[in-house]
């Protein structure tokens, strides 16, 4: 059986004589949480366009659940089951939490003049809102309009959103970013619980966060993948070490 949901061959992108992405090879798994990082400028948000198809590549493949996706737009592939999110937000501020979700599953049937003639009156709009904010921890905020949450409640809402799309593939850009401590370990339990649902590739600084989600960690620099493994494997690997000067893992 394979096991892979998302697999990624050769994977290149140039612009001009700067390769962004260099040939990179990269799968996940069902059930997992793949860490890709590396330094600044290293590649791994264009690599995360590219999978998400906002960026074209030059060459290369990447197959959805044994679907080969590669040429198709980042709406449908958006649309077929590849949500990606935090860099890219959409959540509308005026509108409360459950307003947000509500106008997600929407989007999700492409259906989305309804919300504004039935909002209040679909009971089952609404119960599927509110079990999603349920998963997130913020049914007890549900009517709170989004720009007065909190920016860790936000950051729970922004995987809300994610979760009504009913995603085969999360891509969490950055999803610590500017959390503090109780925040990123409300976060970190929130994926561990999600990724049995929908696997997640996660690119994140925070090197505590990824060593306590991750099933396996990418490494990436200059636009190569060069080390692939599991946490301890990573924490040993010499060249790691190197890429991250000075860092202390």
Same mark, same amino acid.
């Given at each position: 059986?394979?096991?892979?949901?998302?697999?990624?061959?050769?994977?290149?992108?140039?612009?001009?004589?700067?390769?962004?992405?260099?040939?990179?090879?990269?799968?996940?798994?069902?059930?997992?949480?793949?860490?890709?990082?590396?330094?600044?400028?290293?590649?791994?948000?264009?690599?995360?366009?590219?999978?998400?198809?906002?960026?074209?590549?030059?060459?290369?493949?990447?197959?959805?659940?044994?679907?080969?996706?590669?040429?198709?737009? +980042?709406?449908?592939?958006? %649309? $077929?089951? #590849?949500?990606?999110?935090?860099?890219?937000? &959409?959540?509308? @501020?005026?509108?409360?939490?459950?307003?947000?979700?509500?106008?997600?599953?929407?989007?999700?049937?492409?259906?989305?003049?309804?919300?504004?003639?039935?909002?209040?009156?679909?009971?089952?709009?609404?119960?599927?809102?509110?079990?999603?904010?349920?998963?997130?921890?913020?049914?007890?905020?549900?009517?709170?309009?989004?720009?007065?949450?909190?920016?860790?409640?936000?950051?729970?809402?922004?995987?809300?959103?994610?979760?009504?799309?009913?995603?085969?593939?999360?891509?969490?850009?950055?999803?610590?970013?500017?959390? +503090?401590?109780?925040?990123? %370990? $409300?976060? #970190?339990?929130?994926?561990?619980?999600?990724? &049995?649902?929908? @696997?997640?590739?996660?690119?994140?600084?925070?090197?505590?966060?990824?060593?306590?989600?991750?099933?396996?960690?990418?490494?990436?620099?200059?636009?190569?993948?060069?080390?692939?493994?599991?946490?301890?494997?990573?924490?040993?690997?010499?060249?790691?070490?190197?890429?991250?000067?000075?860092?202390?893992?």
């Amino acid at each position: 059986m394979n096991n892979k949901i998302l697999n990624i061959k050769n994977l290149s992108k140039s612009y001009g004589a700067f390769k962004v992405t260099d040939e990179i090879a990269i799968d996940l798994n069902f059930n997992e949480i793949h860490a890709l990082i590396g330094p600044n400028g290293a590649g791994k948000s264009t690599l995360i366009k590219q999978i998400s198809g906002s960026v074209r590549h030059d060459i290369g493949s990447i197959i959805l659940d044994q679907e080969d996706i590669t040429d198709l737009s +980042d709406v449908e592939r958006a %649309k $077929i089951g #590849i949500s990606r999110t935090f860099q890219v937000s &959409s959540i509308i @501020p005026s509108f409360s939490a459950i307003e947000n979700i509500i106008l997600s599953l929407l989007n999700r049937f492409n259906n989305t003049f309804q919300f504004f003639r039935n909002l209040k009156t679909n009971k089952g709009l609404d119960i599927k809102a509110k079990s999603i904010l349920k998963e997130i921890e913020l049914i007890e905020k549900y009517d709170v309009k989004a720009s007065q949450l909190s920016h860790g409640d936000r950051r729970k809402l922004e995987v809300g959103l994610a979760l009504a799309t009913n995603p085969k593939v999360f891509l969490f850009d950055e999803p610590m970013a500017g959390l +503090d401590e109780n925040g990123t %370990k $409300i976060m #970190i339990n929130l994926f561990k619980k999600i990724k &049995s649902n929908t @696997p997640i590739l996660l690119i994140e600084h925070d090197m505590d966060a990824v060593f306590a989600l991750a099933d396996r960690v990418s490494v990436i620099n200059y636009g190569k993948i060069v080390a692939t493994g599991t946490v301890e494997q990573i924490k040993s690997n010499d060249l790691v070490r190197d890429v991250y000067l000075g860092y202390e893992i």
